[in-house]
Nanobody, 120 residues
């Protein structure tokens, strides 16, 4: 199972970016999909996640600015980020909790990370 993210980049404060992450490979089912972020010297933290039934959770500081969604037919999760702030600058990682085809257990998989920089 591989995760490939796209959509990071440099944006001015107040701007928007949309991250996408597609899961591929021998996938039987995907439970939760989510986005995490990490800055130098800090632990990776949850930004938002979405369950298979579309229940969502958000980090408090991004509520009302970020929206997570998923397309189950494409095994893809999205993160729409609006009103970006310099403190949103980080490497963003996508995560998926996946049961491989023919398997019984779910395991976490991570994408390689995409840089988001918010600066004027």
């Amino acid at each position: 199972v591989q995760l490939q993210a796209s959509g990071g980049g440099l944006v001015q404060p107040g701007g928007s970016l949309r991250l996408s992450c597609a899961a591929s490979g021998s996938i039987g089912a995907i439970n939760v999909m989510g986005w995490y972020r990490q800055t130098p010297g800090k632990q990776r933290e949850l930004v938002a996640d979405i369950g298979s039934g579309d229940s969502t959770r958000y980090k408090d500081s991004v509520k009302g600015r970020f929206t997570i969604s998923r397309d189950n037919a494409k095994n893809t999760v999205y993160l729409q980020m609006n009103s970006l702030k310099p403190e949103d600058t980080a490497v963003y990682y996508c995560n998926a909790n996946v049961r491989r085809r023919g398997g019984l257990r779910y395991s976490d998989y991570w994408g390689p990370g995409t840089q988001v920089t918010v600066s004027s």
